[in-house]
């Protein structure tokens, strides 16, 4: 990857805002690091640090990746479960049915 980070480096979850266009994003980064908007390429500021210091190898006693578990708590746990309320009955068979004939496809 090229960069300089140790397995023993802190590193945090920040969500970031530009300040010269739209974007905003998170970003898994060191404390004292300062990226740049990967649109414009602009200087962007800290708008919320979302999970204090970790390292790169830190799990959680359940042996899951604490940036990750972040993440779905942002929308990824119920992002599932919502499209399948937002789809009509007759939408999600013809789902189920595509995918059936691809894994039975397959073989």
Known sequence: MGSSVTEDSPLRLVRRKCQVCEWEGI???EPDSD???PWCHGPTAIVDVIQTP???VAR???GK???A?????LGGEKGGRARARSLS?????EIAR??????WKKR
Do not use: W, Y
């Open 27 to 29: 970003h898994i980064e």
């Open 35 to 37: 990226p740049d908007c």
């Open 54 to 56: 970790v390292s790169i």
């Open 60 to 62: 959680t006693a359940d």
């Open 65 to 67: 990746n604490p940036f």
């Open 69 to 73: 578990a972040a993440l779905g708590k």
């Open 89 to 93: 009955k007759k939408r999600r068979s």
């Open 98 to 103: 595509k995918a059936a004939q691809a894994r």
